[in-house]
């Protein structure tokens, strides 16, 4: 495959790319993939074909694993899938969250391990399961780096079948939690509900003061409480309509979960797929 094609597929399956469609019925890079006389949805299912076979890229990645993760082994009811949330100086590819948090750090064919370590450090921060997600020929690689990081990560390698093979099961891990980096994760609101539960108000202070005197009553809650009380804020974060994300075509199902689509929207899409 030649660099202009790998940057047309990189750039078909986005945001912007979607948007365009959904908003205009046109966009520039989905016109030069599509060929002549050919339905939108055929043109969207042979693009991924050709990730599929020759160019699995970070897209490629994450769209499986909302697929056989979030809808094969859970649902979209009880489990929260998350991307690119900031963890400290990191950004996790995939999180899901139901009972626990787990992470997900993905090495395509196309990435290197360089910062890996730094990475996983981060993560567990904030999170106490963490896993590296990477394809067969870097399995070896990766378990000399669960060895020299010393800690329960996780390994899991997608197969060329686009199967999810587990190689290490991921244990538990609390001695890195810090409340700094998981207090800065929650938005204003999710910090919020965490001190009414515990204090049964918020405080009565200036503006200037509220964020800093809200973290330092965060800091007060035992840990382990204040890290499930964080995962129950974070479980709320994309709520989706399950009934009609279930008819969204498997290619796009990232893409369309992360987006936070409303009805309009989906009747968007479905017109644009019967073109």
């Given at each position: 495959m030649n660099i202009k094609t790998r940057y047309l597929l990189n750039r078909f399956?986005?945001?912007?790319?979607?948007?365009?469609?959904?908003?205009?019925?046109?966009?520039?890079?989905?016109n030069r993939i599509s060929e002549n006389n050919q339905g939108h949805l055929d043109t969207i299912q042979k693009a991924y074909q050709q990730l599929s076979k020759e160019y699995r890229n970070e897209y490629f990645y994450k769209n499986t694993l909302l697929n056989k993760l979030l809808l094969g082994v859970h649902s979209v009811n009880t489990t929260t899938a998350l991307t690119e949330i900031p963890v400290g100086r990191a950004k996790p590819d995939f999180i899901l969250i139901n009972g626990k948090a787990a992470i997900y750090e993905i090495k395509t064919e196309l990435d290197n391990f360089d910062r890996l370590e730094n990475q996983i450090n981060e993560y567990y921060k904030a999170f106490n399961h963490v896993s590296i997600v990477t394809y067969e020929k870097n399995m070896e690689i990766a378990k000399r780096k669960i060895s020299d990081i010393n800690k329960p990560i996780g390994l899991y390698i997608l197969q060329r079948n686009s199967k999810i093979k587990t190689i290490i099961k991921p244990g538990e891990y609390n001695l890195d939690l810090d409340r700094d980096t998981i207090f800065?994760?929650?938005?204003?609101v999710e910090y919020e509900n965490i001190i009414k539960k515990h204090y049964g108000q918020l405080p009565q202070v200036s503006q200037f003061d509220y964020y800093d005197t809200c973290k330092k009553l965060s800091m007060e809650i035992p840990l382990q409480q204040f890290y499930s009380d964080f995962l129950v804020e974070l479980k709320k974060r994309n709520p989706i309509d399950q009934e009609r994300f279930a008819t969204v075509p498997y290619e796009i199902k990232f893409l369309v979960?992360?987006?936070?689509?409303?009805?309009?929207?989906?009747?968007a899409l479905e017109l644009f797929l019967q073109k």
């Open positions: 399956f986005s945001r912007n790319t979607l948007i365009n469609l959904l908003k205009y019925s046109r966009d520039d890079v989905f800065r994760i929650l938005r204003k979960y992360f987006m936070g689509f409303k009805s309009k929207d989906f009747e």
